[in-house]
């Protein structure tokens, strides 16, 4: 007697790969979408670079529109040891101030990305989730993403429509209360009201629902992450603010 012939089944449909750039696109007007792409390719290395670029971008056009080295010296002018500082020693801190700012602000984004990451990472196993780091970094760069673009808009258009003396280099965004008071008299005041930004708040909605979808955190949970670091760098700004003054 002949065995049975097991049936065929039907061959699974598989999921249908959502690539780099509708990631991109989805992470402006469909975060859950890009998210849940993220979850299952997690990927970084295009919106890290996008961010670089950005970064590159408002610092050059800052240095086209702003005397970066009278800002500097300016600055220097107004420290405790002025007085103390002979026409060459200013002069070598405006040149190391110039290639600080052209270098180092750049060079802080794959440095913030990287420690970004491992906060999140930190974090979700805090609140009891699990999430890879190469996860952690998809979450990063993504929810970074749109609030990088806006804010680069909004810098651009700040460097171009007010006048070059009046630009304060540290503080192009007007998207907080922080940009209406004055940083010399009250810079921890500043400080705290520079946190409350709304692209940042952006960043945070993107972050929390990121972490959601990603580590499949629940929503407290994952507002828990993102607000825990925004408090914890709501007060280190304040302290570097108090204490060194900016």
């Known amino acids: 007697m002949s065995e049975p012939i097991a049936p065929v089944s039907a061959p699974q449909a598989s999921e249908p790969v959502v690539t780099t750039g509708e990631t991109l696109s989805a992470i402006f007007f469909e975060p859950s979408r890009a998210f849940e792409a993220l979850r299952a390719r997690p990927r970084f290395l295009v919106a890290g670079i996008i961010l670089l670029l950005l970064t590159c971008l408002v610092t050059l056009v800052l240095f086209l529109r702003v005397d970066m080295g009278q800002y500097i010296r300016e600055r220097m002018e107004r420290s405790p040891n002025a007085a103390q500082q002979t ?19 750049p060079l802080s984004v794959p440095i913030s990305i990287a420690a970004g990451a491992a906060l999140y990472l930190l974090g979700v196993l805090a609140f009891g989730g699990s999430i890879s780091y190469k996860k952690s970094l998809a979450v990063w760069t993504y ?12 810098a651009i258009l700040v460097l171009f429509l007010k006048s070059p003396d009046s630009i304060d280099p540290e503080h192009l965004a007007v998207t907080n209360p922080g940009a209406l008071t004055n940083s010399e008299t009250s ?36 507002w828990g992450v993102v607000i825990s670091l925004w408090l914890i760098k709501v007060l280190l700004r304040i302290g570097s603010a108090a204490i060194f003054g900016r």
């Open 187 to 222: 810079p921890v005041l500043v400080a705290l009201l520079s946190q409350f930004d709304l692209l940042s708040f952006y960043g945070l909605f993107l972050a929390a629902l990121g972490l959601r979808k990603v580590a499949k955190l629940s929503s407290g949970a994952a």
């Open 87 to 105: 026409e060459a020693q200013k002069e070598l801190g405006v040149k190391f101030g110039k290639i600080g700012a052209a270098v180092f602000v």
């Open 143 to 154: 929810s970074s993403l749109p609030p990088a673009v806006l804010g680069v808009l909004i």
